[in-house]
């Protein structure tokens, strides 16, 4: 037998519970999603409503109560847009005559979710980054006027920038409202000698066919989207040198400023763009799954910890010929598996956590943290009662590792219960090995951050509790080999004591988040508490 959880005393603390998770159980989950029958999960996909239907079951089994909207369901509405490959157009007007630019080979654009007809002409503005970051002393906008006018505007972000912040403050939706802000009609993005080393203009081609997704809001319009924005584009270094041909600065002294770090002014270009590109709308329904097991105290039951994980993958790979299935074992079977062990063990307490717990399964990950988005405008229990979110995300369960890494927790004092929880494990809390990446702002608890709610993220450490596992390598191969590819599936060596542990750590920093008696804050003067979270409390 496998005692679901005992709660026994261990100490004097209100976090004395110890969680005992069924690995056959998570095994289980794991293989059933990652299963061929369920094609990859890609969102709208019957694939991926199975799973939808059986993470419902699951919560049903385990006497949770539906918190969607549909039952435990929440369904969301998406318009799908795919760009009409062949449609395409940019030319550039200058005294010299009209240039026009190749697509794909010169420039890239994407899909427009608002129009299926996109036309855009104007004159152009260099805008730097195009960012503005008051507590960084940073306005690419101070001294120039893009009204009514397309920036033109480097990809990324200053060197200097810290990583999370810059990540937020880089991103293309808070680039594109910097330019709507200040009246500007279209967006032109060129690459930079760093983007190129990290993200190849070669190995975005890959991508054009992708469709783009958004959620449809109470209006029955595309959500996060700038209408005022009549088009946008991606230059290669060799068309932006068409752009910049006649430039008051060249592209080179550009260039030559970033390599040290400075920050390009902006100015005026000379000539008119004009750009065009037709692209296909369909409309598509895809499931969150949402339920909550009821808190013990009968003020902070109302407040709610929540779990997330997304159940959706990536479906199909398009260039495989023989095993085309991404079944997504690692992303994100795991952290699903992972999530409905945690949502049973909770249930079979006997002495259940003050506050309620909130278990919210979301789709459209892959396509850009959709589902968590939507349930974060808007969610089935007040957004002020979310006091944190633990999310799930392709923990890599192959090795027994040492030590956690918690994105997130350096934001908030959710950091205490963090390192507690590992604590009790018998491992270790590490630093972000991975500053870089911002990974922080790159999975579905943004959703929630970004709503002011404090969140955690953990993944499995770099260090192994078997000296002859390296998991710092373990986790690079399971990057460059099996990551967004078919070979992401049951066939992988899992380690079962690793999902073991996973799961006890994450459940009990879930059960010490819901039985503290504050609910968890945002660290004083902390960039996302006071950007996201002004109006809470
Ligand atoms: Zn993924």
């Known amino acids: 037998m496998v005692s ?44 991926h409503n199975i799973a ?5 079951t699951e919560f049903a089994k385990y006497g949770l109560k539906p918190m969607g909207t549909d039952g435990y369901m929440q369904p969301v509405a998406f318009r799908k847009a795919t760009l009409v490959q062949e449609s395409p157009s940019f030319t550039l007007t200058t005294d010299e005559g009209e240039t026009a630019l190749a697509y794909p080979k010169e420039y890239l654009t ?33 001294d120039i006027d893009v009204d009514g006018k397309i920036v033109v505007i480097l990809s990324g972000k200053p060197e200097s920038f810290p990583s999370e912040m810059g990540a937020h403050l880089a991103s293309g939706s808070q680039k594109a409202q910097y330019a709507v802000d200040h009246g500007a009609i279209g967006m032109i993005s060129i690459t930079t000698p760093t983007n190129e080393k990290v993200r190849p203009y070669q190995s975005r081609l890959s ?19 700038f209408p005022q924005l009549k088009g946008s584009a991606y230059l290669s270094e060799g068309a932006a040198r068409k752009l910049f041909a006649d430039a008051p600065v060249s592209l080179d ?23 065009s590109k037709q692209s296909q709308h369909s409309q598509i329904t895809s499931p969150n799954v949402v339920a909550a097991l009821e ?20 479906g199909f790979a398009k260039t495989v010929k023989k095993d085309n299935i991404n079944n997504g074992a690692m992303d994100n079977a795991s952290g699903t598996a992972v999530m409905l062990e945690t949502a049973r ?16 399964s979301v789709t ?125 599936d049951v066939n992988q060596k899992f380690n079962w004591d690793a999902a073991r542990t996973f799961a006890e750590v994450n459940a009990q920093i879930g059960y010490t988040l819901a039985t503290q008696q504050q609910k968890p804050t945002w660290n004083k003067g902390d960039f996302f508490g006071e950007t996201f979270a002004k109006d809470r409390q």
């Open 110 to 142: 994407g899909p427009d979710v608002l129009n299926q007809t996109s036309q855009l002409s104007g004159e152009m503005v260099f805008a730097g980054y195009g960012i503005i970051a008051e507590e960084l002393d940073h306005n690419d906008y101070a």
């Open 253 to 275: 002294d550009i260039y030559a400023q970033l390599a040290e770090d400075k920050s390009p002014k902006g100015f005026a270009l000379p000539g008119k763009v004009n750009m």
């Open 364 to 488: 459209g990950e892959e396509k850009g943290l959709l589902g968590a988005d939507y349930f974060a405008h808007n969610p089935t229990v007040p957004v002020s009662s979310m006091v944190a979110d633990v999310n799930l995300d392709m923990p890599i369960l192959t090795y027994e590792f040492a030590d956690v890494i918690a994105f997130g927790a350096s934001h908030s004092d959710m950091k205490a219960s963090v390192e507690q929880a590992a604590a009790n494990a018998g491992i270790e809390l590490s630093p972000d090995p991975w500053p870089e990446q911002a990974l922080f702002t790159r999975s579905d608890h943004y959703a929630f951050v970004k709503q002011g709610v404090p969140s955690v993220f953990l993944v499995p450490g770099l260090k192994s509790k078997d000296p002859n596992v390296d998991g710092s390598k373990v986790f690079g191969e399971f990057l460059s080999t099996n990551y967004h590819k078919p070979s992401d």
């Open 345 to 360: 063990l909770f249930s079979q307490m006997e002495q259940k956590p003050k506050r309620s717990i909130l278990f919210v």
């Open 295 to 314: 808190g013990s105290d009968p003020e902070l039951k109302n407040e709610y910890v929540v779990f997330s994980a997304h159940s959706d993958h990536i």
């Open 52 to 56: 939808s239907l059986y993470i419902a």
């Open 207 to 225: 991508y054009i066919h992708t469709p783009s997704l958004a959620w449809i809001d109470s209006e029955g319009e595309p959500a996060n989207r």
């Open 4 to 47: 679901a959880l005992s709660a026994v005393a261990v100490g004097q603390g209100n976090d004395a519970v110890s969680f005992e998770p069924d690995t056959n159980r998570i095994k289980s989950h794991l293989f059933f999603l990652a299963d061929d029958l369920l094609e990859g999960r890609d969102t709208g996909s019957r694939g």
